[in-house]
Antibody, heavy 123, light 108 residues
Framework: EVQLVESGGGLVQPGGSLKLSCAASGSTFSGSAMHWVRQASGKGLQWVGR??????????VYAASVKGRFTISRDDSKNTAYLQMNSLKTEDTAVYYC???????????????WGQGTMVTVS | SYELTQPPSVSVSPGQTARITCSGDALANQYAFWYQQKPGQAPVMVIY???ERPSGIPERISGSSSATTVTLTISGVQAEDEADYYC???????????FGGGTKLTVL
């Protein structure tokens, strides 16, 4: 079964940068879209962005709140997705989860597998 | 921007049926998904494509859809069902994703 493990979280000052990683086990990583979702303490889930698979040209799309500051990338040879966060603000403080986007045919693109999350504190 | 609306909280006694609604204009033509999140844990998918249940999810958890509203139903609620539940879908053109605000299910 595919598992996702995030890393790279920590404390950063406002205006700073941080790069999160999401390492996947299993052979289905390269064929899957990968999403990033965040959750501030005591708050709900907020979709951050997505990177598609190679057949879809690694297309990226972002939530309005992070567009222009965050960049999602992936290295299929390492089964890893990344979230580069620049110009960080205090309101970006949250647990960041990566999640696999299931295939449209089977799950309709559901976020079917989630990592355990990594904490980012901007202060 | 597109939003999905859920009630903040639902409370039921053990053995009763809990229903959590989620409303959004694009739900008429976009799939809805439901996730369960317990304190300190990552979300878990419990319903996909409006009403499909992944393997390992109890049969007492079901989903339904009608026009711009989808509903998560938990029959015979058990203490272990106490959690936050989030609906999720895409905007009408499928270009970005949104989550509802979440519903805290309390088992009395």
């Amino acid at each position: 079964e595919v598992q996702l493990v995030e890393s790279g979280g920590g404390l950063v000052q406002p205006g700073g940068s941080l790069k999160l990683s999401c390492a996947a086990s299993g052979s289905t990583f390269s064929g899957s879209a990968m999403h990033w979702v965040r959750q501030a303490s005591g708050k709900g889930l907020q979709w951050v962005g997505r990177i598609s698979s190679k057949p879809k040209n690694y297309a990226t799309v972002y939530a309005a709140s992070v567009k222009g500051r965050f960049t999602i990338s992936r290295d299929d040879s390492k089964n890893t997705a990344y979230l580069q966060m620049n110009s960080l603000k205090t309101e970006d403080t949250a647990v960041y989860y990566c999640s696999r986007g299931g295939t449209t045919v089977t799950t309709g693109g559901a976020f079917d597998i989630w990592g355990q999350g990594t904490m980012v504190t901007v202060s | 921007s597109y939003e999905l609306t859920q009630p903040p909280s639902v409370s039921v006694s053990p053995g009763q049926t809990a229903r959590i609604t989620c409303s959004g204009d694009a739900l008429a033509n976009q799939y809805a998904f439901w996730y369960q999140q317990k304190p300190g844990q990552a979300p878990v998918m419990v319903i996909y494509k409006d009403n499909e249940r992944p393997s390992g999810i109890p049969e007492r958890i079901s989903g339904s859809s009608s026009a711009t509203t989808v509903t998560l139903t938990i029959s015979g609620v058990q203490a272990e069902d106490e959690a936050d539940y989030y609906c999720q879908s895409a905007n009408s053109s499928g270009t970005y994703w949104v989550f509802g605000g979440g519903t805290k299910l309390t088992v009395l």
